[in-house]
């Protein structure tokens, strides 16, 4: 799996456009007001206790993935390996943040997160999907950082899940 200069200039042109992407996407979304991080007390403890459940998910899982790669050997590179860890801390975070309703800050439209976290899944699944349909995902048995942008896109997806679900169930205790 050796890649030629221009391979990884390419990857890593790529990735900083990715990064300038998602930065100015963030700071239009603040500017249009869709995200305004003005949380309650109570808020901002669940989400500290969130940021706690996230950090020792990924404290585990990077120490999970370190055994496995001595065990087992290389079975991933190494930045697809960190982006799972960061992908499981990830879902953790969201999930008690959305359970205990600090995920929405009192500002925010769920309707536009949901959107929001749609068409982010949508997007790197479909990238994902055609990785893998071109064969990028696994080289020469080793989950390539082309499996990426699927990761990214599955962990979207289960924190939209997440939060509609949640919505549903509140919606029926509301409706009880």
Not at 76 to 97: E, N
Not at 144 to 167: D, E, K, Q, R
Request: proline share 1%; net charge positive.
């Amino acid at each position: 799996m050796n890649h030629s200069l221009g391979y990884n200039l390419g990857m890593l042109a790529g990735v900083l456009v990715g990064v300038l992407v998602g930065v100015g996407i963030i700071a239009l979304l603040f500017k249009l007001k869709v995200m305004d991080l003005t949380f309650d007390e109570r808020q901002e403890r669940a989400r500290g206790q969130a940021y706690k459940y996230g950090f020792w998910t990924l404290v585990a899982c990077l120490l999970l993935y370190g055994f496995s790669d001595m065990v087992l050997g290389r079975w991933c590179d190494v930045i697809t390996g960190a982006m799972l860890c960061i992908a499981a801390a990830l879902m953790v975070f969201a999930s008690v943040c959305i359970v205990k309703d600090a995920y929405l800050s009192l500002k925010e439209k769920p309707r536009a997160i949901m959107t929001l976290l749609t068409v982010v899944s949508a997007l790197n699944l479909g990238i994902g999907f055609m990785n893998w349909k071109h064969g990028r995902v696994v080289e020469d048995g080793i989950l390539t950082f082309s499996a990426v942008n699927g990761i990214c896109g599955l962990v979207t997806l289960v924190i939209l899940v997440v939060y509609v679900v949640n919505c549903l169930l509140a919606k029926q205790e509301a409706g009880e």
